[in-house]
């Protein structure tokens, strides 16, 4: 299958009056049609960051500094506001917000705010916007006639299946997902991983799903990623991922996974913080946690290195 998303050495940096801090430092990867990405660490390794850089508005003050993220083949860096603004954002790649079920707005009935972006973006009339609106509603599992509807009228569960609805409108080529099920209870979020998965198969949708919970990816992705402190150190199939992780901290969070009937007490956890991104580590940014630390872990940091088929880690055990 076709790669729909091609991101090279891409590289946000926020500029902050107490330093730079590197969020994103040198990640690289591909997404191809149909295909679910799972991007995982623990919260404050950039995840969120990674997916904002994405669609071109990195949180102020942070700037692409370097890199290459391609589209469909186009390059989106570098391009400028107006016309990200009118070409890409939504269109060719949209996101689902953590917490954006909670930041629609109140005033507003469901139906204008899943229209407005169709009829100023897309010159839609009403009806034909309307008429998208509620075959997307539909899709997601939901009574089109919630567009007369306000937010405060519906359950969260439904709150983020519009917003969901809302990442689809325009037919993008890649959604990404930020810890969508976050903030809702265990039925709802098990609801909305298979809504996702049925998506995923109806649509043949490309999809970068951000987690810091590696068991709710196990279901639905097909490749993971492991990010640590701005860089991906980890990335493969995920049987691989989960059944031969390489890299040690990789190892470290599928150990601190529960399991059901697993007796909690026994559960690992990864000692030490994630360490902060105004001046990380030198060589490999884990070692102050890691376990097999080296002195050349002290030192150098380590590259991504094929281990196995479409299996890289970036660790000197390797
Ligand atoms: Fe641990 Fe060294 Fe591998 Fe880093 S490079 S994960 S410190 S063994
Ligand atoms: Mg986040």
């Known amino acids: 299958s076709r790669p729909v998303l091609e991101v090279k050495n891409l590289k946000m940096y926020y500029f902050t009056n107490k330093g730079v801090v590197k969020a994103v430092d040198d990640i ?13 660490g623990e919260s404050g390794c950039g995840k969120s960051s990674l997916g904002f850089t994405l669609l071109g508005m990195p949180t102020p003050p942070g700037k692409i500094v370097d890199g290459s993220i391609k589209i469909e083949g186009r390059e989106i860096v570098g391009l400028p506001e107006d016309v990200l603004r009118k070409e890409i954002r939504w269109q060719k790649i ?8 909670n930041a629609l707005n109140p005033v507003y009935t469901i139906g204008y705010q899943m229209t407005e972006p169709l009829i100023y973006h897309k010159g839609m009339s009403q009806e034909e916007a309307l008429d998208r609106a509620q075959k997307y509603l539909e899709l997601v599992g939901l009574d089109p006639e919630i567009v007369y509807r306000y937010p405060h009228e519906l359950s969260g569960g439904m709150k983020q299946r519009v917003v969901i609805a809302m990442a689809l409108l325009m037919e993008p080529s890649v959604v990404i997902a930020d810890e969508p099920t976050t903030a809702l209870d265990v039925i709802v979020q098990a609801q909305i991983i298979n809504l996702m998965k049925r998506l995923k198969k109806e649509l043949n949708l490309s999809m970068i799903f951000i987690t810091h919970d590696l068991s709710i990816l196990a279901e639905i992705s097909d490749k993971v990623a492991i990010m640590y402190a701005g860089k991906i150190v980890e990335i493969g199939d995920s049987e691989k991922i989960y059944y031969e992780p390489a890299h040690p901290y990789t190892q470290k969070l599928l150990a601190a996974i529960p399991r059901l009937h697993e007796d909690v007490e026994r559960l ?34 380590p590259e991504m290195k094929e281990i196995d088929k479409d299996h890289y880690a970036a660790c000197w055990l390797l």
Request: with cysteine; proline share 13%.
């Open 28 to 40: 690289s990867f591909t997404l191809n049609k149909g295909e679910v990405l799972g991007l995982a």
């Open 94 to 101: 949209s996101m689902i917000f953590q917490g954006a079920m």
């Open 268 to 301: 690992e956890f990864i000692p030490g913080q994630p360490p902060n991104l105004i001046n990380p580590p030198k060589g490999c940014r884990f070692h102050p946690r890691c376990p097999y630390a080296m002195d050349v872990c002290r030192e150098q940091e």
